[in-house]
């Protein structure tokens, strides 16, 4: 299985801008999607960004334009360099990836512990 850490999160006046990295320790199957989320006070967990198996990449119609995720596989690393932030931006931010699992024999989802972006304004 695999463990995920964050980093990167912290606070910043609106319009600037954060890099998250998502360090992946452990084997992540490279057939599955990636992924980043966030969850704002008070809301629902909402998808920010996935990162295809092939490497393409979408992104929800809130940040598309802002913001950009990849995937260094040498260092097995997710990024989101998140550009021109907005107070609407403030959440804790996850990265997801599947691995496999002996315990089920198949790759299932895991997800890091977050980090907190704060957006003033």
């Known amino acids: 299985q695999v463990q995920l850490v964050e980093s990167g999160g912290g606070s910043v006046q609106a319009g600037g801008s954060l890099k998250l990295s998502c360090a992946a320790s452990?084997?992540?199957?490279?057939?599955?999607?990636m992924g980043w989320y966030r969850r704002a006070p008070g809301k629902e967990r909402e998808l920010v960004s996935i990162i295809s198996s092939d490497g393409t990449t979408s992104y929800s119609d809130s940040v598309k334009g802002r913001i950009t995720a990849s995937h260094d596989k040498a260092k097995n690393t997710l990024y989101l360099q998140m550009n021109s932030l907005q107070t609407e931006d403030t959440a804790v931010y996850y990265c997801t990836a599947d691995s496999w699992t002996a315990r089920v024999r198949r790759c299932i989802t895991y997800w890091g512990q977050g980090t907190q972006v704060t957006v003033s304004s």
């Open positions: 452990g084997y992540i199957c490279s057939s599955r999607e």
